[in-house]
């Protein structure tokens, strides 16, 4: 083993402790990375709150986290595209590269992933937040020109960047994004870059729904105040061509396909649980349904974006701590009415 490194552990819900955890040495094809900042996900609330969501269970503890960005220490005798001393964000997907989806580019529906900080196999797949982290240096993409903060957006953007190509061409379409959280805002990012003529977003929370506005929306309607507001959209069997759902609840899915016009698209990214679909409107208006899960080539794509100033993020970025601090940001984290995206910061001092 080369050094020890401080992890963030979930043991059940609202345990999470700081552990120090072994790293080994890298190997041909590995890198040794100095965390620098990770943001908390959706996906790791729950597991603190929670201890997990739907079948999804804590059966071991895990370390968190999967949107992390760090620099390069050290790198193994084969490595090349990446070195030392350079900032990169971490992909958290790693699939197989030999199973049939794999095979056939559909890599995040892969039989055999290893994606960081997930309970969903057995033994879990331990996560990346840890203040040194050895990972594939296929998994690392230079960030140079970014900020720790802007590189470790780059998951939940790519995330955004899948769901858009699964909605299809947004060229001159009236979108209608639900729910507006970080994903929410990182995809009417990227729902204007992709060319969307109006951007319709909808929340219950007026603080998300003012960001929503910072990132390009032309509508922000607070459907808990004022749930007539979007009715106007169901005019002439629906005024939305495309719309991509990012809360998980099901009156918000609902209240979209009331406005999707005959052949339109929805997208359903947010996971919040099964829900009832309303099939019939669906049937009856031809309306096509797609899910989003994940990414694999986006990640990539996401970074790119971001350090040729096609996506800015900055204004998603609300809290930052101390990874000391990650009980405090974990509960600041689970208040949406004071935060947005709240990241860990990792000392600078303990690179060795």
């Known amino acids: 083993m080369s050094s020890a490194s401080v992890a963030v552990v979930i043991h059940a819900a609202k345990d999470l402790r700081l552990e120090n955890r ?5 190997g041909p094809d590995e ?6 900042a990770g943001g908390i996900c959706g996906s790791d609330l729950h597991y603190y ?9 804590l059966r ?8 992390v960005a760090g620099e390069i220490v050290k790198v193994g005798s084969s490595v090349q595209g990446v070195h030392s001393g350079q900032l990169v964000a971490v992909s958290p997907s790693r699939p197989c590269q030999a199973c049939i989806y794999c095979l056939n580019r559909q890599q995040n529906h892969c039989l055999d992933m290893k994606f960081y900080g997930s309970a969903m196999p057995f033994p879990h797949i331990q996560g990346a937040f840890q203040s040194k982290l050895v990972a594939k240096a296929g998994q690392c993409v230079p960030a140079d020109g970014l900020s720790p903060a802007q590189a470790a957006m780059a998951e939940p953007l790519a995330v955004c960047l ?4 699964q909605a299809g061409s947004l060229l001159g379409k009236t979108v209608l994004i639900t729910g507006c959280g970080p994903i929410g805002c990182l995809t009417i990012l990227a729902a204007r870059r992709s060319g969307a003529a109006r951007i319709v977003a909808t929340d219950i929370s007026d603080q998300t729904l003012a960001l929503a506005r910072e990132c390009g929306a032309d509508d922000a309607i607070n459907t808990y105040a004022d749930p007539q507001k979007l009715e106007t959209f169901e ?3 629906g005024q939305i ?35 009832t679909v309303p099939m019939q409107a669906l049937t009856s208006k031809e309306i096509v349904l797609r899910g989003s899960f994940r990414f694999h080539s986006e990640f990539s794509v996401a970074v790119e974006m971001m350090r040729s100033g096609l996506i800015n993020v900055d204004q998603l970025v609300t809290h930052s701590f101390e990874v000391g601090e990650v009980v405090t940001a974990f509960e600041v984290a689970s208040d949406r009415s004071q935060s947005m995206k709240v990241q860990l910061t990792f000392p600078e001092n303990d690179d060795g």
Do not use: W, Y
């Open 241 to 275: 061509d495309v719309q991509l759902e990012c809360s998980g609840a099901q009156s918000a899915l609902a209240s979209g396909v009331a406005c999707l016009r005959p052949g339109g698209t929805l997208v359903q990214l947010g996971l919040g649980g099964d829900m």
């Open 60 to 67: 071991q503890p895990m370390v968190l986290g999967h949107e």
């Open 22 to 26: 072994d790293v080994h040495d890298v």
């Open 31 to 36: 890198v040794l990375i100095a965390m620098r």
């Open 49 to 57: 709150n929670h201890g997990g969501f739907g079948a999804i269970k």
């Open 162 to 165: 899948h769901a858009i190509k």
């Open 235 to 237: 005019k002439d069997k």
